[in-house]
T-cell receptor, first 112, second 113 residues
Framework: EDQVTQSPEALRLQEGESSSLNCSYT??????LFWYRQDPGKGPEFLFT?????EEKEKERLKATLTKKESFLHITAPKPEDSATYLC?????????????WGAGTKLIIKP | NAGVTQTPKFRVLKTGQSMTLLCAQD?????MYWYRQDPGMGLRLIHY???????AKGEVPDGYNVSRLKKQNFLLGLESAAPSQTSVYFC????????????FGPGTRLTVT
């Protein structure tokens, strides 16, 4: 069964304290892995798409990496405005309708 | 571009009442989706559409109906609301060429009493 698991469920960091969020997945074949950011009361906001193992993408203080089993979202020197829930989703290669399988998210809290 | 918009933003229903949620996108996307999001759970797909005039069931379709009469609009209907349908509903759309990432609306918070 295709599945996505995110860990930890919640992460509290001090401003400037770097860390990583994990997204592990099991799919028969991966078309793409997606990272989203969701602020309270808002819809998910697209961050990155990763397609193959070894690929990396960066945006400001965020860097996403991909292996054959998992993806990491590295946050370098975070600021309070980086506080949000980060969602991971995978798109199985065999799904012709491009549906996504979602993880439950990691709630990130950055204290000033 | 407004992207994906949803109306209404909030709604309170009594058990047994009906309502329709409207989603509109101005990105000329072929694919549209309706999700629900509940605390501690990932987004769950209710119904989706791969083009104007077509709809299909997702993971949790029971109690919901959808229609896509125009490419830019995707409607979600609740015929007889139940307390279990209390949730936040998100609409999303995606292109069917190239990157496939989904773009989301701001959500509708629905409470059924």
């Amino acid at each position: 069964e295709d599945q996505v698991t995110q860990s930890p469920e919640a992460l509290r960091l001090q401003e400037g304290e770097s860390s990583s969020l994990n997204c592990s997945y099991t799919v028969s074949g991966l078309r793409g892995l997606f990272w989203y950011r969701q602020d309270p009361g808002k819809g998910p906001e697209f961050l990155f798409t990763l397609y193959s193992a070894g690929e990396e993408k960066e945006k400001e203080r965020l860097k996403a990496t991909l292996t054959k089993k998992e993806s990491f979202l590295h946050i370098t020197a975070p600021k309070p405005e980086d506080s949000a829930t980060y969602l991971c989703a995978v798109q199985p290669f065999m799904d012709s309708n491009y549906q996504l399988i979602w993880g439950a998210g990691t709630k990130l809290i950055i204290k000033p | 571009n407004a992207g994906v918009t949803q109306t209404p933003k909030f709604r309170v229903l009594k058990t047994g009442q009906s309502m329709t949620l409207l989603c509109a996108q101005d990105m000329n996307h072929e694919y549209m989706y309706w999700y629900r999001q509940d605390p501690g759970m990932g987004l769950r797909l209710i119904h989706y559409s791969v083009g104007e005039g077509t709809t299909a069931k997702g993971e949790v379709p029971d109690g919901y109906n959808v229609s896509r009469l125009k490419k830019q609009n995707f409607l979600l209907g609740l015929e007889s609301a139940a307390p279990s349908q209390t949730s936040v509903y998100f609409c999303a759309s995606s292109d069917n060429r190239g990157s496939y990432e989904q773009y989301f609306g701001p959500g509708t918070r629905l409470t059924v009493t």
